[in-house]
């Protein structure tokens, strides 16, 4: 990422307005000299996006208040843009688990039935065991079964998390 197009521009340019006002508090609170303040900040350049490693830090001489404060920030441009593509390719494998769950349970819920039905006719002497196997396969059905729920939750998680961005100002 080149970042080297927004040095020299103005920081209240460079964020919306509420991120600016934030930093401003957050930058006079350094000042008061209460603590250094670190986080993840977003800047914005003509419709692109800058992600700063971003502290603020009071620089105490003799005193109980700063002598002056210092803003350092690190482009961690690349590193976000990772992030944020590790998590739609987690999403988008949890939705191909869903799916794969979904045509498991078909595949074999069905053909079992069947077994179930035409042992349970038939009355033979291999009826207990097969109906026996049938429950158990049944049971691991069930588990999976579980698990697309899980991954339900989980695929809901990402979404409400992940697909309308974080919030890094908190």
Known sequence: MDTERIIGTFLDSLLTQ?????????????????????????LSLNGEEF????????????????DQVIWYAKDITDLIEIHHELQKKGAMQIEKNMEQ?????????????????????????YTDKILEH????????????????ESNKI???FLR???HGEEFWT
């Open 161 to 163: 998390h992940y697909k």
């Open 101 to 125: 769950f979904q045509i498991l349970n078909d595949q074999i819920r069905n053909p079992l039935t069947v077994i179930a039905s035409l042992a349970s006719m038939e009355e033979g002497q």
């Open 155 to 157: 695929r809901s998680y």
């Open 134 to 149: 049938v429950k158990k396969i049944d049971d691991l059905v069930n588990q999976l079964d579980r698990g697309w729920i």
């Open 51 to 66: 992600w700063f490693d971003s502290a603020i830090v009071p620089i105490y001489v003799d005193n109980n208040k700063p």
């Open 18 to 42: 509420e991120d600016f006002t934030k930093f401003q508090q957050k930058f006079m609170a350094a000042v008061s000299g209460q603590t250094t303040i670190r986080e993840q900040i977003k």
